[in-house]
């Protein structure tokens, strides 16, 4: 469950592969969802695993472990994103994480208070902020994909220049007295809004991994990650 730092896991004696479950943290707001992802994973008994589990986005406070963070509150300009939920090995950099579920994009208020929601997180590309856009999506943040953050809203705006791109990991901010929402953590992180819902970040699995399932949206709250281990036939 969600602590707000760095968790560990020591693979027990016998066991060779691990199924994965993982959500990834909401954004402020009614909508941006963390995703969802499941997999199958390779591993050798007595490995260290890093585990870290996302938290939510509250107001202009981001999420833990790569949300994006909110500009001003006012209005209810501003929300954060949610942060990613991931599993790391080796040396437990952003480039060693095996499975992630990306973070919920935070809300804006271009309609009114909190009327522009951020976009879900996971899937292979996070939900853009225009997906619950109040208006026509001009100023929402794109998705993460897996090769990209996602992009933000335009700092052409005169309020929205503090706006930013999401990045490997973490979700597009914005700079104080900025209005705009912040994108959600992922793989790669969802794209601030100006005005409008932020994007989620997207979700991702070693290229080993089998058995994978993705899906967009469906956490609310802070993440989670479950951790199923099989004995090996045989005696160890």
Known sequence: ???????????????????IEAWGAEGYGNEGEGGYVSADLAVTAGEVLEIYVGGE?????????GGGQG?????????????ASD????????????IVAGGGGGTSGNCGNNS???GHGGGLIGMSGCVFSCSDCQYTGAGGTQTAGGIAGPTTHGSCGGN?????????????????????????????????????????????ASNVVHVQGGRTGNGQ????????VGCP
């Open 87 to 98: 599993v790391r090995r080796g040396a437990y950099t952003l480039n060693d994480r095996i």
């Open 225 to 232: 990650i479950v951790i199923t281990s099989a004995a090996t």
């Open 57 to 65: 986005g509250i107001g202009t406070t981001a999420g833990y472990n």
């Open 1 to 19: 469950s969600y602590t707000g730092s760095t968790q560990s896991y020591t693979v027990p004696a016998g066991v060779s592969s691990l199924t």
């Open 116 to 118: 522009a929601e951020g």
């Open 164 to 208: 930013n791109d999401g990045v490997f990991g973490i979700g597009g901010s914005n700079t104080p007295n900025s209005y705009g929402s912040g994108g959600g953590g992922g793989w790669y992180g969802g794209g601030s809004g100006c005005y409008e819902g932020a994007g989620g970040g997207s979700s991702y699995t070693d290229p080993a």
């Open 71 to 83: 500009g001003s509150s006012t209005h209810g300009q501003g929300g954060s994103g949610g942060g």
